[in-house]
């Protein structure tokens, strides 16, 4: 059911738990246009398509990642916006009711890093209306991910990361349990884009 390797990783994850609940929280529907960040071969995408959603993009930098996603999917992948690219660098072709990204934030760990990914963010969403969502490790969570140095956030950290022009709306702790059984903290934060 999963590609090579996707159950092996640190990040996986089933079911997207947290994200689903995140999304009801606000009030997001099956109508709603929604990006999600780093996307690759989560099964959100899949859980989305089973509620209705119709307006769905995955943007990630791993094209291996999203055939994943795809053949998991079969012909129902056809439903989604496949986009290969680094946020950093990525230029919207359009704007999102709703922004999801879990996990892809804490990888940005320098300023340059960070701007690069907020200037995509602006982008891409609705001023006034858009919804972002973020799942990233906890102040408490993991110092490195896949070897790579992460940022670890509180619900205010995040807000104060994410920036002035975003309204916390609504936050939650999630203990993720990977596939060695270690537990990573998650900060789970939602922000309404202000006007």
């Known amino acids: ?90 230029r919207p072709p359009r704007r999102y009711l709703v922004w999801h990204d879990r996990a892809l934030f804490h990888f940005m760990i320098t300023d340059q890093d960070r701007d690069a990914y907020l200037k995509a963010l602006e982008s891409a969403t609705v001023p006034g209306r858009s919804i972002s969502i973020f799942g990233t490790f906890a102040s408490d969570g993991p110092r490195q991910c896949s070897g790579l140095p992460v940022a670890r956030y509180s619900a205010a950290e995040l807000g104060v990361a ?12 999630e203990l993720h349990t990977t596939p060695t059984s270690v537990i990573q903290p998650f900060t789970w934060t939602a922000l309404r884009r202000r006007s």
């Open 1 to 90: 059911m999963y590609g090579y390797g996707d159950a092996t990783r640190s990040w996986f994850q089933p079911q997207a738990v947290w994200s689903l609940q995140m999304l009801d929280r606000v009030g997001i529907g099956p109508s709603d246009s929604l990006i999600d960040v780093g996307g690759g071969s989560s099964p959100l995408t899949a859980a989305l398509l089973a509620r209705g959603h119709s307006d769905i993009t995955v943007l990630d930098v791993s094209l291996i990642g999203m055939r994943t996603a795809q053949e998991r999917l079969g012909d129902a992948a056809d439903g989604v916006q496949w986009l290969v690219g680094d946020v950093r660098t990525w």
């Open 162 to 173: 994410i920036g002035d022009g975003w309204q916390p709306i609504d936050d939650g702790r």
